[in-house]
């Protein structure tokens, strides 16, 4: 068991370092497993793709969950070459796997020069504080949809 | 000016409403505007594309950078028909807009039964309290990709 986990982190940091050395993007992998299969992986592509949502946990997420046909991965592992980002950690909840192995720490990516840290204490922040400024508007409008939401019949939840 | 905003906030309640009703997901919409022209947009497409990454922000982020060709979104105003939840607002900082607009708040999200809140609180907690457990593993091995990042010349920085 131990050994398996071993073995499918080092998949992840191979991937990590193929898409450094393809110009993906910056040196992250991540493999996602059920059953001790792999049905979902991922490097880093934002340079690639110029998609900025395409780190290596969201791109796993993507594709595990394109193979599996749901959007929850159930009783799945996933293995991150370093410890995500909020925007990767949001979505490991959104997907909810059973487990999540990292090798890299937070501190070891700022070491590098990918500063998280800075989003997790933007976060914290009430909206007025943030550097993003966030300001509400609409509100009536909008809750209508929600009303109607709540309405629907037949509604996936997810 | 004040009217501007209005105008396309009232573009992402629309949004919000058609992927509700054409059940691509919650009724949630978002529009990326660039100098007075929207340039991305997005409805919540989760249960449509079975991609729980596919929250409406995630969607016009990717839609924004993919026509702009580029991965920041530089001098752009983000229009979202609700607070975003912690992996849309991980993306907004990464893909960093000049400015956020949102409708609904987290309050009003979770009265409809979608509960970011409970990621916001995961976020916040030590590694080991989460109810999805952590765990770091074979943190020498990638650490060696990372030292190699720092050596890698010609590397693209986002």
Redesign the interface.
């Known amino acids: 068991m131990e050994q398996n986990?071993?073995f499918f982190?080092?998949m992840a940091?191979e991937l990590?370092?193929d898409g450094?050395d393809q110009?993906k993007?910056?040196?992250f992998g991540c493999v996602i497993v059920k059953n001790g299969k792999v049905i979902g992986k991922g490097s880093n592509s934002?340079?690639l793709t110029?998609?900025?949502?395409a780190h290596a946990e969201?791109v796993a997420?993507?594709d595990a969950?394109?193979n599996?046909?749901?959007?929850?991965l159930e009783d799945c592992e996933l293995y991150t070459?370093?410890?995500p980002?909020?925007?990767?950690?949001?979505?490991?909840?959104?997907?909810?796997?059973?487990?999540?192995?990292?090798?890299?720490?937070k501190k070891?990516?700022a070491?590098?020069?990918f500063d998280d840290d800075?989003?997790?204490q933007?976060?914290?922040l009430p909206l007025e504080k943030r550097k993003?400024?966030?300001?509400?508007?609409?509100?009536n409008?909008?809750?209508k949809?929600?009303?109607?939401?709540?309405k629907?019949e037949n509604?996936?939840?997810?």
Chains 1, 2 share one sequence.
């Open positions: 986990r071993e982190m080092k940091i990590s370092r450094m110009g993007g910056g040196p934002v340079s110029n998609d900025p949502t969201m997420i993507r969950c394109k599996l046909g749901h959007f929850q070459s370093c410890e980002c909020p925007m990767c950690l949001g979505a490991i909840y959104w997907a909810r796997p059973s487990k999540v192995f990292y090798a890299n720490s070891d990516a070491e590098i020069g800075f989003i997790y933007e976060i914290e993003i400024p966030f300001e509400q508007i609409s509100q409008e909008a809750k949809v929600f009303k109607d939401w709540l629907k509604k996936n939840l997810y």
